[in-house]
Every structure is written in C-alpha cells, then in structure tokens.
C-alpha cells in the first residue's frame, strides 16, 4: 500500500459543477497538509495548507482534513475551464523536510 | 514562479555520461530541494539542502549528488546517467521549515536519458 493514495482520475466535469477531490493516507503522524495544482508543463502551485484537522477555506476552494480517518479532501465551487490541470496532495509529519505527495488526479472542467 | 529558474528545460543525453542541473533562486530562502516526478509515482524527493554546503538525502538519493556553494544556487548531478533516470526533475524551496513556509515550485527540467 502507498503512503498517499490518490484517484489518478481523469475526472470531468461541466463549468460550474462542484468538485471533490480526494487522498487518503496510512501515516497517522502526517500533521501539515497541503494542495497543489499543476498545468501541464509546469512546477506545481500551491492552493492550499492546513495544519491538523478541520476545514479551511479561501475563495472557491475549502480544504478538509479529517485525521480520524486519514481523508483530506479539496472541493472547488463554481469550477472553471482553468481549473483544469492535475491536482496533488502532499502531508507530513515534519514540515519542511520530507513532504510526501500523492500521483495527482487530472480534472478537466467542460465548458 | 517564485522567483526560481531551473535549467536546461530539456534534456537528451545518452546512458553513462554525467548530467548536472541548475536550480537558481532569487528569494534568499534557506531551504531548496530537488524532487522527480514520474507518472503514478507523484513527487519523490531526491535530495534537499538547508543551507549553504548543509545538504541530506531524500528518498530516491542513489545515482544523484548535490552541491550548494551559494545561497542562491542548488545542483543536482547524475553521475552516470540510466534509462530509469529519465524523469522530470523539479526544484523547490521554502523560507525555513516552519508551518508558514510551504514549498514553492520551478517549472522543471524534462530529462531523457537514451
């Protein structure tokens, strides 16, 4: 079983659609949580970051940690034609040093 | 992009030659890691370094080496490059290795050992 497991997708979906977006993992030491999109040909970009569990939200995107079952979620409201990229997740249990990522789900929102 | 320019973009070499890449960053962070990313496999962190000449390995650190002379500058060298190295390699950094310091990405090197 891999540490971070991600549903490599490719996941569709029409413009304005909510989107979920998911990782669990098998770490129960992972505390920092965090999100990245990526375009093709391109370095991944931060969207989000959590600590512990819990939501949190920034403009139409709402990151969720549960800890007890070793679920992160990211869901994106209103998606968009440029939201269409590959999503990671990454965690650790020592920010800084050793972020372990999941593969990625590719999402492609339809206009 | 942060700040941080990777170089070359590409790269073709062929098995057995020695390969250095170039991560070169303007906003004075402490912390630059190296990381590949293959399909399925998502990032795997190579090598980090947090501070000048203060490197360690990562979880993929066989075939590779690192130097950092220079705040600035992080290079990842293959000393003899394989088939399986043929990867895209990115480089990150953050500020320090606190909470508020996430890892900010360069656009990556494509590198095809033939």
């Known amino acids: 079983q891999k540490e971070v497991e991600q549903d490599p997708g490719p996941l569709s979906v029409p413009e304005g659609a909510i989107v979920s977006l998911n990782c669990t993992y098998s770490?129960?030491?992972?505390?920092?949580f965090m999100w990245y999109r990526q375009y093709s040909r391109k370095g991944p970009e931060l969207l989000m970051y959590?600590?512990?569990?819990g939501n949190k939200e920034d403009g139409r995107f709402t990151a969720q940690v549960d800890k007890s079952s070793k679920y992160i979620s990211l869901f994106i409201r209103d998606s968009q034609p440029s939201d269409s990229a590959t999503y990671l997740c990454a965690m650790s249990d020592n920010y800084g040093q050793n972020f372990v990522f999941g593969p990625g789900t590719r999402l492609s929102v339809l206009p | 992009d942060a700040g941080i320019t990777q170089s070359p973009r590409h790269k073709v070499t062929e098995t057995g030659t020695p390969v250095t890449l170039r991560c070169h960053q303007t906003e004075n962070h402490r912390y630059m890691y190296w990381y590949r990313q293959d399909p399925g496999h998502g990032l795997r962190l190579i090598h980090y370094s947090y501070g000048v000449k203060d490197t360690d390995k990562g979880e993929v650190s066989d075939g590779y080496s690192v130097s950092r002379s220079k705040t600035e500058d992080f290079l990842l060298t293959l000393e003899s490059a394989t088939s399986s190295q043929t990867s895209v390699y990115f480089c990150?950094?953050?500020?320090?290795?606190?909470?508020?310091?996430?890892?900010?990405f360069g656009n990556g090197t494509r590198l095809t050992v033939t």
């Open positions: 959590t600590y512990s569990s």
């Open positions: 990150a950094i953050s500020e320090d290795s606190s909470y508020n310091s996430p890892l900010h």
């Open positions: 770490n129960s030491a992972f505390q920092y």
